[in-house]
C-alpha cells in the first residue's frame, strides 16, 4: 500500500491534552553521562521512505557537520523532489489550489524556528532555521514569510507541478468543494539527527494535509506539536492528522515520557494510546505517527495504523524500517 493512501477520511472532534501528574517525580538528566553507544554515532532517522535524504544527512554528518545542517539539508532533497508530493515543490494544494507549506527547525541549545502557511519558495525548512537564526522571532507566517524568504535572496517559484495540479483538479470534480476534510496525500518528512558530538537537532517540513481548506495550518510548525528537542533528553518529530498531534501536543509529551526514563519505543507507544484513548476518538480513521530518539542513540517508531515506517542511517547502514503500529485487526 502506498503511504499516501492509507487514511481515508478524519474526524476533528474531541478535546484533550494528556499531559498530567504523572510527570511528577522524573529525573532530569536520565541519560546525560550514559552515552555508552558513541560508537553508533551519527546517526539519522527520518519518517517515511526517504533513503535519499538519509544519506544527504549522513554526508553532513560523516564531514564533521552538525546534526542541525545535516537535518536541514536533508529535509531539502525532500522538498526539491517534486515526485513527492507532499513536501515543498511538487506538494498537493489545499482546495483552492494553492501550494501552502509548514517546516521548522530546533537545534541542540533548544532554539527553534518555524514558517507557516509560506507560498512560492521550495525551502520551507531554510526559512525556518533563518528566522531561528537571524530573527528574534520564532514563527512567521504567509506573506511575511515569504517576503523575508525573498529578502534573503530565496526566488520565488511555482510550487504547484502539472502532476499535482492534475491531481487537485480529480478532486475537485469528485468532491464538488464539499467542507469535509479529505486527509490522503500527506506526510510530513520529520528528521533526527545526532552528530558527532552527540548533539541532537530536528526539523520537519511538509505542504500538509492535500485540499485542506485555505489558511489552515498542521501541527508540523508548531513546536512541541510537530517536534521537539530537547539535548539533554532526545528528539521527537510527528507525520499524520496534524490537528491530533496538536491536541495533544504529541513530540513534547514523546520527549517528556523519554525524560522519565521510557525508551523511545515505549515514549512513541504511549504518545499514540493518548491519542486513541480520547474520550471520541476517531483513531480508526485517521493516522498519526511518531519517530524518536534518545540521547543514547536508541531509537523507536510507532503508530495508528499499518504502512508507517522510518527510515534509518547508523553505522553504515542506511534502511527502511516499518514500524509498530497500535490498530492490529
Ligand atoms: N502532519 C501534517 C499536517 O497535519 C501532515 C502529515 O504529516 O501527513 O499538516
Avoid at 489545499?94 to 507549506?101: A, H, P, Y
Avoid at 525556518?128 to 514569510?145: C, F, I, N, S
Avoid at 553504515?316 to 514500524?323: A, T, Y
Amino acid at each position: 500500500m502506498k503511504r499516501r493512501n492509507f487514511i481515508k477520511r478524519a474526524s476533528l472532534t474531541g478535546v484533550g491534552i494528556a499531559v498530567g501528574s504523572t510527570f511528577i517525580g522524573y529525573s532530569k538528566t536520565p541519560f546525560k553521562n550514559s552515552l555508552k553507544n558513541k560508537a553508533t554515532l551519527p546517526l539519522v532517522i527520518a519518517t517515511w521512505h526517504v533513503k535519499n535524504a538519509t544519506t544527504k544527512a549522513m554526508e553532513i554528518l560523516q564531514n564533521g557537520g552538525t546534526a542541525l545542517d545535516a537535518v536541514e539539508q536533508g529535509c531539502m532533497v525532500e522538498e526539491a523532489d517534486v515526485k513527492n508530493q507532499s513536501v515543498g515543490k511538487g506538494g498537493l494544494p489545499d482546495r483552492e489550489g494553492n501550494v501552502t507549506l509548514d517546516a521548522c527547525i530546533m537545534n541542540k541549545d533548544g532554539d527553534c524556528g518555524s514558517v507557516v502557511y509560506l507560498q512560492n519558495i521550495t525551502h520551507a525548512v531554510s526559512i525556518a532555521r533563518k528566522v531561528m537564526e537571524d530573527t528574534p522571532h520564532v514563527m512567521l507566517a504567509g506573506k511575511g514569510a515569504e517576503q523575508y524568504a525573498y529578502d534573503l535572496g530565496f526566488k520565488k517559484e511555482n510550487l504547484l507541478t502539472e502532476s499535482s495540479k492534475k491531481a487537485w483538479e480529480e478532486w475537485k470534480k469528485e468532491s464538488k468543494y464539499k467542507p469535509i476534510i479529505n486527509i490522503e496525500n500527506h506526510d510530513t518528512i520529520g528528521m533526527l539527527a545526532i552528530d558527532k558530538n552527540g548533539d541532537i537537532s530536528g526539523a520537519c517540513t511538509t505542504s500538509g494535509l492535500a485540499y485542506k481548506m485555505a489558511g489552515r495550518v498542521g501541527d508540523s510548525p508548531i513546536i512541541g506539536s510537530g517536534l521537539f528537542i530537547d539535548n539533554e533528553i532526545g528528539g521527537c518529530v510527528a507525520t499524520g492528522l496534524g490537528e491530533e498531534v496538536v491536541k495533544t501536543v504529541g513530540s513534547f509529551l514523546v520527549v517528556e515520557l523519554m525524560r522519565q526514563g521510557k525508551s523511545p519505543q515505549e515514549a512513541c507507544e504511549e504518545a499514540i494510546k493518548r491519542i486513541v484513548k480520547k474520550p471520541n476518538s476517531d483513531y480508526k480513521n485517521f493516522q498519526v505517527g511518531y519517530i524518536a530518539v534518545n540521547k543514547q542513540g536508541e531509537t523507536g517508531s510507532y503508530s495508528i495504523h499499518q504502512w508507517f515506517s522510518m527510515t534509518k542511517f547508523q553505522a553504515g547502514v542506511n534502511e527502511q524500517i516499518q514500524s509498530d503500529y497500535f490498530l492490529k485487526e
